[in-house]
């Protein structure tokens, strides 16, 4: 007696059996109670890059202390040029001043005043670009930008270097650029 298969049922017949065969071996790793082996525990490269994405654990202590640390250091800031503008404005208001001196003050009020808007506008751009939280500081013709911890990578750098000369009135030597250490 003589079978004959026909192309298409010998590729059913692969088939099914592929199938089976993957049904099996997916069973057999997966399979309640049995540990894992050694082999099936260690990721390789390949198989962590798959996964960069996925979501992972961080301690939630640390993000809230950073998120605390900047706000303190937003308050702080915030209350020194408070007080530089409440002292100008003194001797602006204050009639024994001298006019040189209410000049200089003006001069200075206007200065502090742009300069406020200069952080808060670097403080917007380079959240943006880095999506994370700064705090820009700008004294003189100086500025210093402090970064959450884990943002801060050479390109990233580059970035808010290059985000800051673009805002102009600043040397690239009169730029730094540092990560607040974690906790």
Not at 142 to 170: C, R, S
Request: glycine residues 4%.
């Amino acid at each position: 007696m003589s079978i004959r298969f026909r192309k298409g049922q010998v590729a059913v017949v692969a088939m099914v059996l592929a199938l089976g065969a993957a049904v099996f071996i997916n069973w057999y790793y997966t399979s309640p109670g049995k540990a894992p082996s050694q082999e099936s525990v260690t990721t390789t490269s390949a198989q962590a890059k798959q996964n960069l994405g996925d979501a992972q654990y961080v301690s939630a202590s640390a993000q809230q202390e950073a998120v605390e640390t900047f706000a303190q250091f937003s308050v702080e800031r915030e209350n020194a040029h408070a007080k530089a503008q409440e002292s100008l404005e003194k001797v602006i208001k204050d009639s024994s001043s001298s006019e040189e001196a209410v000049k200089d003050a003006s001069k200075s009020l206007e200065k502090l005043s742009e300069s406020i808007k200069r952080e808060n506008d670097l403080e917007t751009l380079i959240n943006a670009k880095i999506g994370g939280k700064c705090i820009v500081i700008i004294s003189d013709n100086a500025i210093k930008v402090v970064t959450q911890p884990g943002t801060l990578t050479d390109t990233v750098t580059m970035q808010i270097k290059e985000l800051i000369l673009n805002q102009g009135g600043f040397s690239p030597e009169n730029i730094n650029i540092f990560e607040m250490k974690a906790a």
